[in-house]
């Protein structure tokens, strides 16, 4: 079996794993590096969701988007940093330490995927893979200047992928163009039964960088308050950019806008209180001291082996579910992601995709952010697109402050075809 | 408001261990998200979230799993083809 030999300068601390010689073979990706998020089971190779809880963990088994990358013959190069189980918009989070930003290494490179766009933008590897729960693949593309698919709920096997919040998450692709990102998200989406929400779709698409015609909305809520009106400027200036070529410009509402972190945070605290339990030191990891009493015992083990954000969200996410209060949060959470998902079918109606920025600002400094709603405030812009389940790309489209800045297309439910396609439109214009 | 004793008790339904000094800390943290939360209130209805649903229930035949050898791989306490846990009581 041919090798692909591996030593990068890993400067920004992508990766947290790294194989100095990685198997290739024939196929679609033959003798491509590719990096995987440290939180999708790659079978032999240590997978740590960057948490001390998972010290030592081998998986005994390949995800199914890990399968399909060694049967189309890619080299998995190794696994890359993140924010502790995906909780995080910055790779802060990380029992790792950070990584940064390849743009300005005083700055984050977003998060949770932080480590993938990292390794992906300094050019170690050609693609890798994300993870996006409420933005964690478009937040890194869009602050480290790459190409990032969320694609839709559905279309890609999270057979694997160790849960965070499942109702939310979706694997998928990132690279330094669109053609990249097509090209692997053909190679992801393909049905998988032990996935119980795979869905048979295969995306077999050639990007066509055509709009004439096509509708885009524009939400007045993605312009709005708390978004840097530097970053509003240069996103507007690429949506006219589309216009240019052919495309309509629809402006429109979101009214569920009001609601939709809320019912985000609300959700994803409450499926992680309940995922992480399996995280007792029995089964993985550092163990628990079997000599003492159960919850004595446990308690030591996830106090020790969790950093700080993951025992809020799952302090947060188990009073949310807790009696005397499931009314009041999780009901009306879902409730609200209902509106927000009308609020994506009624406008789909007239327009063709909607798009804004994909983040309210440029990455942020380094230890900037230290209080969590602050920090929780920044996902505004991507968590519409994981309540609908609908796809998101972030692509490229400019600079603020010498920083990246992200255009965010979200599209209708499995047409992640056409969001390929008005990035494409956007890239190509641009290099014309 | 919610107060030190009721995070204390959260911590401990979540078996996620607390410490008396990270008391002050959390609390501030979770009265302030659950403030931000408080917009809930003017979400009209409880309806549950709409999925579009297919059935995935398949026949119930054996199939190749883990060898139980690897599955037993990662613990550290292992007895007779068992996971060692603490006691319940």
């Not at chain 1, 048979?200 to 708390?226: A, M, N, Q, W």
């Not at chain 2, 501030?28 to 409880?46: A, K, P, R």
Request: net charge negative; charged share 20%; aromatic share 8%.
């Amino acid at each position: 079996m041919p090798a692909v030999t591996f030593s990068p300068d890993d400067r920004y601390n992508a990766f947290i794993t790294t194989l100095d010689q990685a198997e290739t073979g024939p196929g679609r990706l033959s003798g491509i590096a590719v990096a995987v998020k440290d939180n999708i089971s790659t079978r032999g190779i240590r997978t740590t969701c960057a948490s001390r809880i998972l010290d030592g963990y081998i998986p005994p088994y390949d995800a199914h988007v890990v399968t399909l990358l060694r049967q189309e013959g890619a080299a998995i190069v190794g696994k890359t940093n993140m924010d502790e189980f995906g909780m995080g918009t910055t790779t802060e989070n990380s029992a790792y330490g950070p990584t940064l930003n390849p743009s300005d290494p005083s700055r984050v490179p977003g998060g949770s995927s932080g480590g993938s766009a990292a390794a992906v933008a300094s050019g170690m590897v050609r693609m890798a893979l994300g993870t996006d729960t409420g933005g964690s693949i478009r937040c890194p593309a869009s602050f480290c200047g790459i190409v990032g698919l969320k694609p839709t709920y559905g279309r890609v096997s999270r057979y694997g992928l160790i849960a965070y919040a499942n109702s939310l998450e979706q694997i998928g692709p990132m690279a330094q163009n669109v053609e990249d990102v097509s090209l692997l998200m053909e190679v992801l989406s393909t049905h998988d039964p032990r996935d119980s929400t795979s869905i048979s779709c295969p995306y077999r698409h050639t990007p066509d960088p055509t709009v004439t015609g096509l509708k885009i909305g524009v939400p007045e809520e993605f312009f709005g308050e708390g978004v840097d009106p530097r970053v509003a400027a240069v996103v507007w200036e690429a949506i006219s950019r589309l216009e240019g070529e052919g495309a309509e410009i629809v402006t429109c509402r979101m009214p569920s806008m009001v609601f939709a972190l809320a019912a985000y945070y609300v959700t994803c605290t409450s499926e992680a209180s309940s995922n992480l339990a399996r995280f007792d030191g029995v089964r993985y990891g550092p163990p628990a001291d079997t000599k003492r009493p159960w919850h004595e015992s446990f308690q030591e083990r996830r106090r020790e082996g969790f950093g700080t954000e993951v025992r809020r969200r799952i302090m947060l996410g188990t009073f949310a579910l807790s009696s005397g209060y499931y009314g009041k949060y999780y009901a009306k959470a879902q409730a609200a992601r209902q509106q927000v998902r009308n609020d994506f079918v009624r406008l789909f109606r007239t327009v063709d995709v909607i798009a804004g920025p994909t983040m309210p600002t440029v990455a942020f400094r380094l230890g900037e952010k230290t209080d969590p709603l602050s920090m929780y405030l920044s996902d505004i812009l991507t968590v519409p697109a994981n309540l609908a389940g609908v796809p998101a790309i972030s692509v490229p489209c400019g600079t603020s402050e010498g920083l990246p800045v992200g255009l965010q297309v979200m599209g209708q439910w499995f047409r992640d075809e056409k969001v390929i396609d008005v990035a494409a439109a956007y890239e190509q214009g641009v290099s014309a | 408001m919610i107060e030190e004793k009721d995070v204390e008790h959260i911590a401990m339904l979540a078996d996620i261990g607390i410490t008396k000094e990270e008391l002050p800390g959390f609390t501030g943290q979770f009265n302030e998200i659950l403030d931000y939360f408080d917009i809930l209130d003017q979400v009209e209805g409880t309806g549950s979230f709409e999925h579009e649903r297919a059935n995935v229930f398949r026949e119930d035949e054996i199939e190749p799993s883990l060898p139980q050898d690897d599955v037993l791989a990662n613990t550290r306490d292992a007895e007779d083809g068992f996971f060692r846990a603490p006691r319940v009581m």
